[in-house]
């Protein structure tokens, strides 16, 4: 996957507001008249679907909170209006048939302002949505717009930033275009940066006042589904989540006090999703005095750098728990200088781990000085060095844990009739240089579907009131459609998406008089 920035750098990132609503609501803009749509459809709609299964199966707060797709051929036409991901699968699935039933190459004219009044209409709705559930919400009030399509970035972001001049972007967290193409499309690794991306001018900087991320990705399940799992990561960005400690450095490092210490300012990544999250057994709050929480990172830790431990000798049988990614802070509240310095200190850290072929032995200290306990159980974490200047942090055994066990030695010579036929077995195996998750799948997503799909789990997202199917929920059919409003579920989606159809020439409209309090009553 290629990135590059086409616009400033000059808005770093919309505070979060609240603990729990630092995930932004998101829009997808799919532009169906591309030439590539026709191979893109299939896969983008399963990409769409896997990685939606998996964000209303995971316990905990939802890291998807707010969707809305829309399709742009030749008009924006919003098939998802703003919706809550969670407990909502069935509709979820009903955009998906929709999005695969378009009519495919050939049936639209390409080119037009559709994708430009798509971002327009979907930051009226997302604005109306806001002032509509401002009072006791714990949505977060920022947006992300991701626009896949397959022309060209460049002409896109300059159709943007010539459209979007006069429109109020504070709401806008972020805008996204994702070129996908095919892989012999694709520009090979490093040549992007022979060519220095054109800069905009400094009238350009001063329209947006923000990032335009580029992307291009290749027209495949896994880097469609890789692309939009990011929306799975930690938002938040009003703290730094970690602090690493260690010794103070500098010229008089041989005589510092122990008291002194340099501290590096860290955000926590996961490596991994809990699989206990997935299943559902476990509940949103996975601290413990043993492991550093999952999702979202609710508290300040601070690893103190005990001991330097030569990688090899370290046995893997003690690591234990779900990895770590530890990476330099990206806390908006930090001045750029002190951002800076921080991220050069992390990396010469990494730099030096490696070229020592050293890990580090760290300490959690407790996040509080006054506990209420007058014993503190402590844990303790092995650092791992990459060169992808990052670090992995994983759980250490201590003696309390550790059960006896003995390894006898493995013997030099094996007579031949054993060594024999397990050589054989070990050639007959197909190598593999290394290890790639991405090769191997457990049938998770078809699991999740067939779960989301029983009929417990329909009723579950069914309005409590939902009446016979002779006495349908009011539709103004002839009226456009408030598109604003998080319809819970409709009594049949096919039926209303498909009805929808003639309604959805434009979402700019606000609520329609008569409606506002049947929307609010939903929202209760």
Known sequence: MNSRKLTSETRRGFPATKAHS????????????????????????????????????????????????????????????????????????TCISELRSLPREGCFPR??????????????????????????????????????????????????????????LVSLRRLQIIEVLKRDLLEPEGAEQSVPAEEPGSDDIAILGMDIDVQTVEDSVISLEMLLKTWLHDYGTDREQLHLLLPSGGFGHATATKSSLMCLKCDLQERLLDPALVDG???????????????????????????????????????YGLPFIIKPTSCWQLDWDELETNQHSFHALCYSLLKRNWMLLAKCEPQNTSPSWNIMVHSYYIIIPSDSATLLVKAVAVRELLLPSTFPALLAEHP???CGPIESA????????????LHLKNNLYKYLKNVLRRPGQRQQAQPRDQRPERHPPKQHQSRAKATVAPLLM???????FRAAAAR??????????????EFLEALQ
């Open 426 to 437: 070990l050639n007959s195996l197909e190598v593999e240089v290394t290890y790639n998750p």
């Open 22 to 93: 630092q995930q932004p609501s998101r829009i997808v803009i799919v532009d169906v008249t591309t030439p590539s749509w026709t191979s893109t459809c299939s896969v983008l709609s399963e990409a769409l679907e896997n990685t939606l299964c998996l964000a209303c199966s995971l316990a905990g707060p939802c890291r998807i909170p707010l969707l809305s797709l829309y399709v742009v051929q030749n008009h924006q036409e919003c098939l998802l209006p703003f919706m809550q991901v969670k407990e909502n699968f069935a509709r979820v699935q």
């Open 281 to 319: 057994t476990r509940t949103a709050d996975l601290s413990s005095s043993c492991q550093l929480a999952s999702w979202p990172a609710t508290a300040l830790y601070r690893l103190r750098v005990v001991k330097a431990l030569k990688a090899e000798g370290v046995c893997e049988s003690v690591l």
């Open 111 to 168: 080119g037009g302002n559709g994708v430009v009044q798509a971002v327009q209409d979907g930051l009226q709705q997302f604005k109306q949505y806001s002032r509509h559930t401002a009072a006791g919400s714990s949505t977060n009030s920022s947006v992300e717009i991701t626009i896949l399509t397959s022309e060209s970035g460049k002409e896109m972001v300059k159709q943007l930033e010539k459209k979007l001049k006069d429109v109020d």
């Open 416 to 418: 031949e009739t054993v």
């Open 490 to 496: 409709a009594p049949s989606p096919v039926q209303v």
């Open 504 to 517: 959805r020439d434009s979402c700019e409209q606000s609520l329609l008089l008569g409606e506002e309090d």
